[in-house]
């Protein structure tokens, strides 16, 4: 494929900066049509991102014969079904992550893409991204030493509630889970970026505060074939006064703390007694290299980083997490 013509299926918050621009800043790449079941909501993204066509409904943009590429940024209840529709017409897939409700739908995606032959890639961009790549780099490198664990710590005040009204983010039905289920992916995936994948995990959840229905803590406890440890917290009902964002890698000659999701903090790398803070220019669309690394794959230039079966790895890990809590809940996964 020279050309990559784009169709975005939803068009909510992550594709108006994250992502949805991008797509007009690289060679060979252009965003031709947009989709959102709100037609009037179809019609304003398309105005005001220049996209010439708009849909009401996702079979009529997947079947546009201009889109030969397909992005779904829909919520992850209907990624499944989506990734099957576009797999089906023979139109490469960039789906949002997470990659779906669970990994069980996640194979089902796999499956479908490989049956029709076309790629399919998923958005957990942050292994493109400067500061992450470098932490990379410098674990590569063996700047401290041989990794010996890693940890998670990720507070958050509860999200709000207005009108009785509860976001699809911590709506299961439609979320596949909380908070948790929406950031936890982000990081889990870097760790599979940076140390290979998770082979074993396991973990707790619970709803402290009965503010909404899904989980609101989890702890998590998991292991690499190499070796290294890692641990996980998270808590999304604390005091905006606890709130906290760090991951730590502890190696035999240093360590290495940095934020996951405040890109601005600066990565720390501590090595004996001298103490170095790195800090990096992120992409005004934080979504562009990744995307750039999909559009140079389907030319045929290079190669993506997250793949369908990356993606599905880190959902196996959440599914491990979360398994007994799913099970309390009556939930399958």
């Given at each position: 494929m020279?050309?990559?013509?784009?169709?975005?299926?939803?068009?909510?918050?992550?594709?108006?900066?994250?992502?949805?621009?991008?797509?007009?800043?690289?060679?060979?790449?252009?965003l031709?049509?947009?989709?959102?079941?709100?037609?009037?909501?179809?019609a304003?993204?398309?105005?005001?991102?220049?996209?010439?066509t708009?849909y009401?409904?996702?079979?009529?943009?997947?079947?546009?014969p201009?889109?030969?590429?397909?992005?779904?940024?829909?919520?992850?209840?209907?990624h499944?079904?989506?990734?099957?529709?576009?797999?089906?017409?023979?139109?490469?897939?960039?789906?949002?992550k997470?990659?779906?409700?669970?990994?069980e739908?996640?194979t089902r995606?796999?499956?479908?893409?490989?049956?029709?032959?076309?790629?399919?890639?998923?958005a957990?961009?942050r292994?493109?991204?400067?500061?992450?790549?470098?932490?990379?780099?410098?674990?590569?490198?063996?700047?401290?030493?041989?990794?010996?664990?890693?940890?998670?710590?990720?507070?958050?005040?509860?999200?709000?509630?207005?009108?009785?009204?509860?976001?699809?983010?911590?709506?299961?039905?439609?979320?596949?889970?909380?908070?948790?289920?929406?950031l936890?992916?982000?990081q889990?995936?870097?760790?599979?970026?940076?140390?290979?994948?998770?082979?074993?995990a396991?973990?707790?959840?619970?709803?402290?505060?009965g503010?909404?229905?899904a989980?609101?803590?989890?702890?998590?406890?998991?292991?690499?074939?190499?070796?290294?440890?890692?641990?996980?917290?998270?808590?999304?009902?604390?005091?905006?006064?606890?709130?906290?964002?760090?991951?730590?890698?502890?190696?035999?000659?240093?360590?290495?703390?940095?934020?996951?999701?405040?890109?601005?903090?600066?990565?720390?790398?501590?090595?004996?007694?001298?103490?170095?803070?790195?800090?990096?220019t992120?992409?005004?669309?934080?979504?562009?290299?990744l995307?750039?690394?999909?559009?140079?794959?389907?030319?045929?230039?290079g190669?993506?980083?997250?793949t369908?079966?990356?993606?599905?790895?880190?959902?196996?890990?959440?599914?491990d997490?979360?398994?007994?809590?799913?099970?309390q809940?009556?939930?399958?996964?």
């Amino acid at each position: 494929m020279k050309q990559i013509n784009w169709g975005i299926i939803g068009t909510g918050d992550v594709t108006e900066v994250k992502s949805g621009p991008a797509f007009n800043k690289i060679a060979g790449s252009k965003l031709v049509a947009v989709m959102r079941r709100d037609a009037e909501k179809a019609a304003d993204y398309a105005r005001r991102h220049g996209v010439h066509t708009w849909y009401s409904d996702a079979q009529q943009l997947i079947n546009d014969p201009q889109v030969n590429a397909v992005y779904i940024a829909t919520p992850p209840s209907s990624h499944a079904e989506y990734t099957k529709l576009a797999a089906a017409a023979g139109k490469p897939v960039y789906v949002e992550k997470p990659m779906a409700m669970n990994y069980e739908e996640c194979t089902r995606m796999i499956e479908a893409c490989e049956e029709a032959n076309v790629p399919l890639f998923v958005a957990y961009y942050r292994r493109c991204l400067p500061n992450f790549v470098k932490i990379k780099e410098l674990l590569n490198n063996g700047t401290i030493g041989e990794i010996r664990c890693v940890n998670i710590r990720l507070f958050f005040p509860p999200p709000a509630i207005t009108n009785g009204q509860i976001p699809w983010r911590i709506n299961p039905s439609i979320s596949g889970g909380g908070i948790f289920y929406d950031l936890a992916p982000h990081q889990l995936d870097l760790l599979d970026y940076w140390f290979g994948p998770i082979t074993a995990a396991t973990g707790m959840a619970a709803n402290q505060s009965g503010v909404y229905a899904a989980e609101d803590i989890v702890s998590a406890i998991f292991s690499f074939s190499n070796g290294v440890l890692g641990t996980g917290l998270w808590c999304f009902t604390v005091d905006k006064s606890q709130q906290t964002d760090q991951g730590e890698i502890i190696g035999s000659k240093g360590r290495i703390t940095f934020s996951f999701f405040d890109l601005a903090v600066p990565v720390r790398v501590e090595t004996g007694s001298q103490t170095d803070e790195l800090t990096f220019t992120m992409p005004v669309n934080v979504q562009h290299p990744l995307i750039q690394t999909i559009v140079e794959e389907l030319q045929g230039t290079g190669k993506c980083p997250s793949t369908g079966v990356s993606g599905a790895r880190t959902a196996k890990v959440m599914d491990d997490i979360m398994g007994e809590w799913y099970k309390q809940q009556k939930r399958e996964i």
